[in-house]
């Protein structure tokens, strides 16, 4: 057993199907899968650059904080893919982002039980750059009950934009809350209901960033990017019923 255990992991250190925790690769076992299913087998290489920052253990499943840090990057990035891989919604969100984006992201997040979480980030050498982090989890987050939904009035503030700015050196930290369910469709009876499409423009309308938001998203959800500088931003978002929410950050 012992023997047949040692062989596994080899392979898959052999394969690149590894998760770096606490320092110590440990085997990835859905690393192939999710190579062929979202990196469309492109090449990539697993960038300690690329650092996915997350609590150890999740002590509420439901918001589940996750940075992406790939600042020390070089070059630009054409596309950022996150997913959390044994969710039953794997995929959380892929960001588009322009040439005055920082390389950085911060999300909450559900997961259903303990998990791998990995960020990903097409670079212009047509390469994915890799990251990974491992959380603990009792687990439940993607099938429990709505704590929106149980709120007297939520309907009323359905879309609701909160947003903040926060210098930092050279670029603002921009950060936005939505006030939404995120249903997943898991849980009841209720279908999916969920903010899928958001925009960052600039006071001149040129898009800063684009994002596709999957159900994986925790309620009421909030994103953190960084910009270059000080622009005046717009935020725009609709959800998969059409329904459009846009807010202002001068």
């Known amino acids: ?31 192939d899968y999710f190579h062929q299913r979202l990196l469309n087998n492109a090449d990539f290489v697993f960038d300690e650059r690329v650092q996915v920052h997350v609590p150890p253990f999740a002590e509420d499943a439901r918001q589940v904080p996750v940075e992406v840090d790939a600042r020390s990057l070089s070059g630009q990035v054409s596309k950022m893919m996150l997913w959390a891989e044994l969710n ?9 982002p322009s040439d005055q984006l920082e390389k950085f992201l911060a999300v909450r997040i559900r997961v259903e039980q303990a998990t791998p979480i990995y960020a990903a980030l097409l670079m212009d050498d047509g390469v994915w750059h890799v990251g990974s982090a491992f959380i603990e989890a009792t687990g439940g987050g993607c099938s429990a009950p709505s704590v929106v939904r149980a709120e007297e009035g939520w309907e009323s503030r359905l879309g609701q934009v909160f947003g903040s700015r926060f210098m930092a050196g050279d670029h603002s930290r921009l950060r936005l809350r939505v006030s939404h369910p995120m249903d997943n469709g898991l849980v009841g009876a209720i ?51 059409g329904n459009e929410f846009t807010a202002y950050m001068p």
């Open 1 to 31: 057993m012992c023997q047949r255990f040692i062989c596994v992991v080899l392979l898959s250190l052999l394969s690149g199907g590894v998760l770096a925790v606490e320092g110590k690769l440990q085997p990835s076992v859905m690393w």
């Open 191 to 241: 279908p999916e209901f969920y903010v899928n499409h958001a925009q960052l423009n600039d006071g001149n309308g040129e898009v800063l960033a684009r994002l596709d938001l999957f159900s994986a998203v925790s309620e009421n959800p909030t994103i953190t990017l960084h910009v270059k500088g000080k622009p005046q931003t717009h935020w725009w978002l609709r959800d998969n019923n």
């Open 88 to 96: 039953p919604i794997p995929q959380v969100l892929n960001l588009y």
